[in-house]
């Protein structure tokens, strides 16, 4: 496939997934302003990543922290700020960390990503703090929980959620951002539909309880197969990869 041809298929996937989350925000009084979209890049080049950015997605979604700082570097200069804050139109990618995060890579990440959607226990928690600490930095969190309990996945259980979100409070450099969750996969999205629903309730019970502050109220949720069924069920952010890639040759259907 010449450049041309998958640059004119990225800009479809793009409009396809654009379209598709305005229509979930329609069908329940949204607006699509409060959805922030991630793209997943793992499979895919730096050539499209590029195209990517410039059509002006530049929340980048990477699960393993030495891509992410690869690409990262090789990208330049890196957005430190929260989505939707900034006034400016910057064309420049923002890294979000969504993989599962090892204590001894953090003081790696940091330099290149304030965003981490998976923190998953109060020793990571100190970490975090400790190297954002020496950077002056803050670190924009949500805590990853696996709701449906799947053996496979990371996470804290349901129950665990509060302990964790007063461990962050406790810290000087962190901000809880609010929840994430990985629904089971499966081909039919409203089976993800409860786990998505026991999220959002779980995040009100936090706010309820004064967990979190103000900036708690984000749900990362929803991914290629089921994004339009998080976005009804609250989800501010989605983690899309194979929807945008689809059909590009630099592709995997595994990305998301």
């Not at 665990?160 to 406790?170: N, S, Y």
Request: hydrophobic share 45%.
């Amino acid at each position: 496939m010449d450049q041309s041809h998958w640059k004119q298929r990225l800009r479809d996937n793009l409009a396809r997934v654009r379209d598709k989350l305005a229509a979930a925000c329609a069908r329940v009084g949204r607006d699509p302003s409060e959805v922030h979209l991630v793209a997943v890049t793992k499979y895919v080049n730096p050539e499209v990543l590029a195209e990517l950015v410039a059509a002006g997605v530049v929340d980048i979604g990477e699960s393993q922290v030495q891509q992410l700082v690869r690409r990262a570097v090789a990208c330049g200069p890196a957005r430190m700020d929260w989505p939707g804050e900034a006034a400016i139109d910057d064309r420049r990618p923002r890294w979000h960390m969504i993989g599962h995060l090892q204590r001894n890579k953090v003081k790696l990440l940091l330099p290149h990503a304030r965003i981490v959607h998976s923190l998953d226990s109060v020793r990571l928690v100190e970490t975090i703090e400790r190297h954002a600490g020496e950077l002056q930095a803050m670190v924009d969190v949500f805590i990853e929980v696996n709701v449906a309990g799947e053996a496979s996945k990371q996470g804290v259980r349901p129950e665990q959620a509060a302990e964790l979100a007063a461990a962050v409070m406790a810290c000087a450099h962190l901000r809880l951002r609010g929840l994430m969750t990985m629904a089971p996969w499966d081909p039919d999205p409203e089976v993800a539909r409860p786990h998505f629903v026991r999220l959002r309730q779980l995040l009100e019970d936090l706010r309820g309880q004064g967990l979190g502050g103000p900036e708690c109220r984000h749900l990362s949720m929803g991914m290629s197969q089921d994004y339009a069924v998080a976005v009804e069920e609250g989800a501010t952010f989605v983690r899309v990869g194979s929807a945008l890639f689809e059909g590009l040759p630099t592709a995997d259907p595994r990305s998301s």
